[in-house]
T-cell receptor, first 112, second 114 residues
Framework: GQSLEQPSEVTAVEGAIVQINCTYQ??????LSWYQQHDGGAPTFLSY????GLEETGRFSSFLSRSDSYGYLLLQELQMKDSASYFC?????????????FGSGTRLQVQP | DAGVIQSPRHEVTEMGQEVTLRCKPI?????LFWYRQTMMRGLELLIY????????DSGMPEDRFSAKMPNASFSTLKIQPSEPRDSAVYFC????????????FGSGTRLTVV
């Protein structure tokens, strides 16, 4: 099966940088994704890493180390609207290469 | 594109009743997923389809749950009979196999079984 671990909560101030870590165990790995979900909303896709290294998309970056079964999401220049839950998710495992298994989510609270 | 469309947005039903959730994926997407989200269990994959064919239904909790995709633009998730423990937000998502593997989620159906 698969398991993912990420911190349950993170607090940071506006303008700061925050890193949300994710470690995973899976049989069969095709990539690590990150999703954002605001309260009452739907998850929205942020990034995907299939290979080791850093992917940058604006203020958000995502990193993957397959040898360490580890990744992180880096949010820079935090804004109040970044307050949300962030989920890491792995592709692969028993559900097949297309299926995503999600972590339990990290609730980010951005304070003024 | 209007995105993934789910209906209804909210459903309140009595225990034992049949519930049908509906989903219209993004046109051209060849994968469709049903997820359930609860505080206790997080986001769980229930079933997914590729080109209207069910690929993996191992996440379907029990025989009370069934899902169909009669064509590329419509899918249903049915619960019969419903139980209070089925109360959750049910999300449908779709994706296209030849892109960056991101899912587009619908707004979800909040189901409450009383």
């Amino acid at each position: 099966g698969q398991s993912l671990e990420q911190p349950s909560e993170v607090t940071a101030v506006e303008g700061a940088i925050v890193q949300i870590n994710c470690t995973y165990q899976t049989s069969g790995f095709y990539g690590l994704s990150w999703y954002q979900q605001h309260d009452g909303g739907a998850p929205t896709f942020l990034s995907y890493n299939a290979l080791d290294g850093l992917e940058e998309t604006g203020r958000f970056s995502s990193f993957l180390s397959r040898s360490d079964s580890y990744g992180y999401l880096l949010l820079q220049e935090l804004q109040m609207k970044d307050s949300a839950s962030y989920f890491c998710a792995v592709r692969g495992g028993t559900g097949g290469r297309r299926a995503l298994t999600f972590g339990s989510g990290t609730r980010l609270q951005v304070q003024p | 594109d209007a995105g993934v469309i789910q209906s209804p947005r909210h459903e309140v039903t009595e225990m034992g009743q049949e519930v049908t959730l509906r989903c219209k994926p993004i046109s051209g997407h060849d994968y469709l997923f049903w997820y359930r989200q609860t505080m206790m269990r997080g986001l769980e994959l229930l079933i997914y389809f590729n080109n209207n064919v069910p690929i993996d239904d191992s996440g379907m909790p029990e025989d009370r749950f069934s899902a169909k995709m009669p064509n590329a633009s419509f899918s249903t998730l049915k619960i019969q009979p419903s139980e209070p423990r089925d109360s959750a937000v049910y999300f449908c998502a779709s994706s296209f196999s030849r892109t960056d593997y991101g899912y587009t989620f619908g707004s979800g159906t909040r189901l409450t079984v009383v």
